[in-house]
């Protein structure tokens, strides 16, 4: 059997595009066709069409093998072929992995890996058994050998994973995507009904009667929102459906245990759930045999990597990733850092006056960071060991490292920035140093802590909720409105002309309204000196003080959605916020400003930050 590579593709139809039927369903409702019945049933039946329909074929697919590089059509005829003998060699860019064909006459792009259903590392090996040279080259063209050693790498990770016998073991296991079912539910549940209203609507119409146009016109609005929404539920539904693997010392999705080798996680293509074409994703799987051949592509949208990996492995497959290496914060070296840190003999992390320096054994600076390039210097705890984090005046990040690796203490390192007037934060430090005292001079402990109105001033992070869900509630706002007009102008009005303003007043309406909420919508402020929820318009809902707040996190145990939640260092809950901000924004401005991510343990006061 030749090594060979299929690109993804969707398998029978995809769903059509419903919006031309939605249109046709609104222009036959214009029309005065008799019986009346015989009228519902053509416009109700071209606006459910798009859901009974089905749609489109696949599309082409590409297949790599030892006959080149060939675009196969539906019917299995050749679209495109580049032969072995044409081609001189194959190279993917590492940043955007774009394919390129390199052949006498020039070079030719071909399009991104991910977008042609190809895994990149896959696509490597696989061009690699078949003989087909294949290189990985930066932006230019020009040979990045540094990427190229990760896919050999990942390769003879592979070739290592395939030839050692695996014995599968272990009872059946089902590991589900991270979904929000009560979000589905509640989608199909308000999208069904407002699709039953509006075409019990048209019957009504159809009932009474459609002599007159206004009539027909008000019906037609009504079988136009509820297609519609059946696309718009539709379209929800497809996107958040749930993805579960069934792992077992037989199978792993249907593949059977015997005839798998290894398997690749990593980046990779996934199948758009709408379209049917493949797109990037975070996360796919590829199953390579015992032959390092490819026998599978499966998909793990919204799977969570660590527990896909460990349950994989723990059942006794091999798993490869294709993430590089990285030093882990209890790995204290040189190699993470610049290269002539690894090369000055003795190198330590020096304080001048005019900036950062690495000194030799000798006290001789080799290497200056001037003060006029450094935007902040912070310091940080991350697995329980201090860390440095120095950004440039642009806030972009240019050295983090352990302080143990630059050989320089916590408090030298504070102290001497201070003295020469680098900016120096040092959240856990003041927070620290602020809570001992507070603990000091505080003999008696309120019951409920003493909001400050406003958070002081001093740097800090203001947290919005996700552009997505500002969007979404634009868009239910305006729905729900235009439901409640068009029906009120119904009942009050009938089919008169002043009917067919009740849909752009409602949409009116209920985007002023959404515009009124949104400018005055609740934020997060993080800072530090603690959090606060301020509105866009600058006043203060409530505020808590650092020293107060043994806790930040995303609480999921309560029904409906899930909540942000503050707790007070004995754990009891202090603020429950409905709307939360993108969480890895959030983890990152507590992670700067020295707020703790998580409930609290309960054990007492916080121990002081590291080499303090």
Not at 308 to 318: F, I, K, N, S, V
Not at 400 to 425: N, S
Not at 506 to 518: E, K
Request: glycine share 12%; proline share 8%; hydrophobic share 45%.
């Amino acid at each position: 059997m030749d090594h060979e590579l299929v690109g993804l593709r969707a398998e029978g139809r995809r769903p059509p595009g419903g919006a031309p039927f939605a249109l046709l369903a609104f222009a036959v409702a214009l029309i005065p066709l008799k019986p009346s019945w015989l009228w519902a049933a053509l416009v109700l039946g071209l606006a459910a069409l798009p859901l009974v329909l089905p749609g489109q074929r696949p599309g082409p697919r590409w297949k790599l093998s030892s006959a080149g590089l060939e675009l196969v059509g539906r019917d299995g005829e050749i679209l495109q072929s580049y032969a072995p003998g044409r081609v001189q060699e194959l190279s993917i860019s590492a940043d955007e992995q774009v394919l390129t064909v390199h052949h006498k006459f020039g070079a030719t792009q071909l399009g991104t890996l991910p977008e042609m259903g190809f895994e990149p590392h896959a696509f490597f090996v696989t061009a690699r058994r078949a003989g087909i040279p294949v290189h990985v080259v930066d932006g230019d063209f020009a040979p990045d050998p540094d990427e190229e050693q990760d896919y050999l790498d990942v390769e003879a990770a592979l070739m290592s994973a395939v030839v050692e016998a695996a014995s599968p073991s272990g009872e059946a296991v089902t590991l589900t995507s991270q979904g929000d079912g009560a979000s589905r539910l509640r989608a199909a549940l308000l999208g069904g009904t407002a699709v039953a209203l509006a075409w019990l609507m048209v019957v009504v119409s159809a009932v009474q009667g459609t002599e007159t146009l206004s009539a027909r016109f008000g019906a037609g609005l009504w079988a136009l929102g509820g297609a519609l929404a059946a696309l718009a539920v539709r379209r929800r539904l497809r996107r958040t459906s749930p993805v579960r693997w069934e792992i077992s010392d037989k199978a792993v999705q249907g593949v059977p245990a015997d005839s798998i080798g290894a398997l690749l996680l990593g980046p990779g293509p996934e199948l758009n759930p709408l379209s049917g074409e493949p797109e990037y994703a975070p996360l796919t799987a590829v199953v390579f045999d015992h032959g390092l051949r490819v026998i599978g592509q499966l998909n793990a949208r919204g799977m969570d990597e660590f527990q896909l990996a460990h349950t994989l492995d723990e059942h006794g497959y091999r798993v490869v990733s294709t993430a590089p290496a990285a030093i882990r914060p209890s790995e204290y070296g040189l190699d993470g850092l610049p290269e002539i840190f690894s090369q000055v003999p003795g190198g330590r992390l020096v304080v001048g006056e005019d900036g950062l320096g690495w000194a030799d054994m000798a006290g001789d600076v080799m290497l200056k960071m001037p003060a006029e390039r450094i935007g902040v210097v912070e310091l940080l705890t991350v697995d329980g060991h201090a860390w440095l984090r120095v950004y440039d005046t642009d806030g972009e990040e240019f050295l983090a490292a352990p302080l143990k690796a630059l050989r320089i203490a916590r408090t030298d390192l504070r102290e001497k920035a201070r003295a020469v007037g680098l900016p120096v934060t040092d959240a856990e430090y003041d927070a620290y140093l602020s809570a001992a005292f507070h603990g000091a001079v505080s003999t008696i402990a309120a019951e409920d802590p003493a909001p400050l109105p406003t958070p002081e001033g001093g740097p800090g992070a203001l947290l919005d909720v996700t552009p997505r869900a500002r969007l979404w509630a634009y868009g239910v706002t305006a729905a729900v409105t235009l439901l409640i007009t068009v029906t009120i102008a119904w009942v009050f009005l009938g089919f008169s002309p002043v009917m067919a303003w009740s849909v752009p007043l409602g949409l009116a309406i209920g985007f002023v309204g959404a515009w009124l909420y949104d400018r005055n919508r609740s934020q997060l402020r993080v800072s530090v000196h603690g959090i606060a929820s301020v509105t866009r318009l600058g006043r203060t809902d409530w505020s808590l003080r650092r020293e107060t707040v043994g806790g930040v996190g995303i609480d999921h145990s309560g029904e409906g959605i899930p909540r942000l939640v503050v707790w007070s260092p004995a754990g009891r809950v202090l603020r429950r916020v409905s709307f939360a901000p993108d969480l890895a924004e959030l983890r990152r401005a507590c992670e700067r400003y020295g707020l703790p991510w998580g409930p609290p343990d309960g054990a007492g006061s916080a121990a002081p930050p590291p080499e303090i």
